[in-house]
């Protein structure tokens, strides 16, 4: 018993993880609260989340912090690209499905869109995080990970719409579950995420992103 509550043990070693992740999706949902921040409160989760576990840890809220301003302005572009894209894409599919006659299944084409940017989405913050390249190069980068690391990609848009697909199907469930969310999920979500991506990203670092890491 006096070895599993040993600060080095396996047991307590995966507790100051959780703790570690309960304070990181906190620190998030603040900084998501004026909706136009929530892709640099996204890239920032995922700046601390890569650096979870190796030399370049650091103190968390400062790395979150520092990250947050850092990449501010260009997650600030990106997010809104996501949802102007996201959001028409979404909003033609439904209104399409409603419409009679033939001209309903042009709702297809829509849905293929939205599911797109979805898939795209899941990558472009992490590459914030990770590289310093512009605007246009991320979002190109961003399609060609979606599309090309397929069943990873889908494992990825699973854990960041499903508790906006809750919200949407089950609203009670939703409810119910608002302590996970508020507590862990988020970051869980984008902890599970950085780890799919490590593999993905590990040939493509340069020494230029590697220099960003270390600034931040």
């Known amino acids: 018993m006096r070895a ?14 959780v703790g570690d992740l309960m ?32 030399e370049r840890e650091g103190r968390l809220i400062r ?16 997010w ?15 209104v399409f499905y409603l419409m009679p006659g033939a001209l309903r299944w042009a709702f297809v084409l829509f849905a293929i869109l939205f599911v797109l940017v979805v ?9 914030v995080s990770q590289f310093g390249s512009g605007v246009g190069y991320t979002c190109k980068n961003a399609l060609i990970f979606g599309l090309g690391y397929l069943p990873r990609s889908v494992l990825i ?12 199907l ?7 579950m608002g302590f996970l969310w508020a507590a862990l999920y988020f970051s869980a979500a984008a902890y599970v995420n ?12 340069s020494e230029q992103s590697e220099e960003k890491e270390n600034l931040l």
């Open 170 to 176: 089950d609203f009670y469930q939703f409810l119910q």
């Open 4 to 17: 599993l509550f040993s600060p080095d043990s396996r047991f307590m070693r995966i507790m100051s993880r």
């Open 63 to 78: 790395t979150y912090l520092r990250a947050f301003r850092e990449d501010f302005i260009r997650s600030t572009v990106l």
């Open 194 to 205: 950085s780890m799919l991506m490590k593999k993905v990203f590990a040939p493509y670092l």
């Open 157 to 168: 848009a699973a854990l960041n719409v499903f508790p906006f697909g809750m919200l949407f």
């Open 119 to 127: 898939l795209t989405a899941g990558y472009i913050f992490p590459l």
């Open 80 to 94: 809104l690209i996501v949802l102007v894209c996201g959001g028409a894409a979404g909003l033609n599919t439904y």
């Open 23 to 54: 304070v990181l999706n906190l620190l998030f949902l603040l900084a998501c609260v004026p909706v136009i921040t929530i892709g640099a409160a996204a890239s920032a989760l995922y700046t601390v989340c890569f650096r979870f576990g190796t």
